[in-house]
């Protein structure tokens, strides 16, 4: 099955700066990798997608790409706010089947003043 | 739309015991996931419902859980004899019904402790 491998596990930055947080997958059948963001106590909330026919993807602040051929995708967060401080997943599936995601481990980003 | 909701939000237990959670999707969504988060990882996928058929379990589902999804619409899971080990966040999300759309819409969670 997928194995979805997510680093670093924390990310601490100061306001404004840019986060990356990086994420490798195993299976070369996924296609669909959408990032999530959750906050404490609650349930993840999708903050930005994207699709193997696509390497890269930007909405405002958030940007993802693709590397479908080492199978690594990542997350950039560009003009980072406290209201970014989060816990972030990547996930992957496959489109047309049953599309369970399978989630990394997570990364907690901290941004400070 | 309001969303995917889940009831309840929260539910202590003492090991043994039965518990039983509910999840609405959002409307018009034909898919519904339910997984399972433990604290400091990621969600796991537990079992997928489309309309009111379950297609896939994980070995996750053990045979003292199970799910339903009566005329397609609200699903619940319910855990029998419930054991320490299950204390975790149970989450359901939602996905609509047009191919090739695979965006999962999360609820809040049911977080559950057993005592």
């Not at chain 2, 609820?107 to 057993?114: E, H, K, Q, Y």
Request: glycine share 8%.
């Amino acid at each position: 099955g997928e194995n979805v491998e997510q680093h670093p596990s924390t990310l601490s930055v100061q306001e404004g700066d840019s986060a990356v947080i990086k994420c490798t997958y195993s299976d070369s059948a996924s296609n669909y990798f959408p990032w999530y963001k959750q906050e404490l106590g609650k349930g993840p909330q999708l903050i930005i997608d994207i699709r193997s026919n696509v390497g890269e993807k930007k909405d405002q602040r958030i940007a993802v790409t693709l590397n479908k051929t080492a199978k690594h995708f990542s997350l950039h967060i560009t003009e980072t706010q406290p209201e970014d401080s989060a816990v972030y997943f990547c996930a992957a599936s496959r489109i047309g089947t049953a599309s369970k995601l399978t989630f990394g481990t997570g990364t907690r980003l901290q941004v400070t003043l | 739309d309001t969303g995917v909701s889940q009831d309840p939000r929260h539910k202590i237990t003492k090991r043994g015991q039965n518990v039983t959670f509910r999840c609405d999707p959002i409307s018009e969504h034909n898919r519904l996931y339910w997984y399972r988060q433990t604290l400091g990882q990621g969600p796991e996928f537990l079992t997928y419902f489309q309309n009111e058929a379950q297609l896939e379990k994980s070995r996750l589902l053990s045979d003292r859980f199970s799910a339903e999804r009566p005329k397609g619409s609200f699903s619940t899971l319910e855990i029998q004899r419930t054991e320490q080990g299950d204390s975790a966040m149970y989450l359901c999300a939602s996905s609509p019904r047009a191919s090739g759309i695979e965006t999962q819409y999360f609820g809040p969670g049911t977080r559950l402790l057993v005592l």
